[in-house]
DNA sequence: TTATAATGTTATATATTTATAACATAAAGT
DNA sequence: ACTTTATGTTATAAATATATAACATTATAA
């Protein structure tokens, strides 16, 4: 999975203390999340879609072969 | 939280035990999902509307509340 | 250059998802 | 009525997301 989180946050000029916050988890999640290095709860990243104006799969994009077998 | 999976599941003709299967988990995981009890990963979220023939946010339905604090 | 803000890192604890297994009930077919 | 298939339940274990805290690095502004 690949996310535009960072890109779109940067757009919106959110810092990601600000995303954390208004999402409500750390800062360190935000991290993790920026670099993939886990899949969110489908209700975080509906909150974070949300607060970067996109939908859910224009944030976090999965290859096609990731939701295979 | 609510989901449409059920009756999405069963428009495919697709049952529980089908499901589970095509998207990697056990059944059991899919009973609860379907009863809402718990929110899934992103990942597995993608998974299940990508077998449903759905967007994520037809199958996962929140309500405006549940993404604000 | 120094201060401050923003981002990144690491280790450990806690919470929640998912797996597993065993059994129970309901529905559908024969 | 009996057999099979689908669904639901419960308890416990394992895996993984998220919290927490402390510190490191990079960018930016004064």
Redesign the pocket.
Known sequence: MITRM?EL??IRKL????LAKRV??????I?????G?????L??AAKIAKQLESRIEDVFIFDEEELIE
Do not use: C, G, I
């Open positions: 960072k946050r940067a810092t990601q203390a600000d409500n988890v750390r800062r360190e999640t991290v993790f999340l920026e670099k290095e886990y899949n969110p709860s209700k975080l």
